[in-house]
């Protein structure tokens, strides 16, 4: 069984909370959060990351397209 990563999940979860934030000052929080994130991972774990935030965007617009 895999063990998930939780440093790579709440890098993922930071990657999507920054594109549902319009406030400059959540931004900048979020930002840094994301920041201090990615120097705890390496390469591929953030490559993964952000693989994964793609494919949850997807995943959502399929699911809004077949309602």
Do not use: F, P
Request: glycine share 2%; net charge positive; hydrophobic share 35%.
């Amino acid at each position: 069984m895999h063990k998930t990563n939780e440093k790579i999940v709440h890098l993922i979860n930071g990657l999507m909370a920054l594109d549902c934030v319009d406030d400059k000052k959540d931004k900048q929080y979020i930002e840094n959060a994301i920041y201090k994130s990615k120097k705890e991972l390496n390469i591929q774990e953030i490559i993964t990351a952000y693989h994964a935030k793609e494919y949850v965007l997807q995943y959502l617009e399929y699911l809004k397209r077949i309602k």
